[in-house]
């Protein structure tokens, strides 16, 4: 019976530990007219070597045109050790103010290799929280 408990408690601390960047950080606003949305997250190249420079790509709508800024969280496994970041990477969109849709291109510079999956969500001037999206970026 206590070996269960073990079992279960060490199963519960593996989803968290996996679910990692959707626990930490706010949480996405509900759908509507000024939620900004942002779809097709890539980087291209995907595979890059440490200290490069990789372009990462994402479309983005938001009714109210105010995009402010994008947040990107770290997660992946570097060095043979599992991480995850609980600070993310911010990043100045103000650029895009004023466009309803578009693509945004955003420089990103990883110095430490490993395989990284990389959360994505933007927020706009009032504050509004996008979905997030992940997409894969491997460091050499």
Known sequence: ????????????????????CAVWGPASSSPGVDVPRIANFRFE?????????????????VGSADLEEGHLLDQGIAQFQFSTALQSITFDLRQYAGQVAGVAEVPVRLSTEGL????????????????????PLTVR
């Open 45 to 61: 190249p995907d595979t890059i070597v440490a200290g490069e420079t990789t372009s990462m790509h994402f479309y983005f709508e």
């Open 116 to 135: 990284r999956w990389l959360e994505l969500y933007v927020v706009n001037r009032k504050g509004n929280v996008s979905n997030r999206l992940r997409a």
């Open 1 to 20: 019976m206590n070996a269960r408990w073990v079992r279960a408690g060490v199963l519960w601390v593996l989803v968290l530990l996996s679910s990692g």
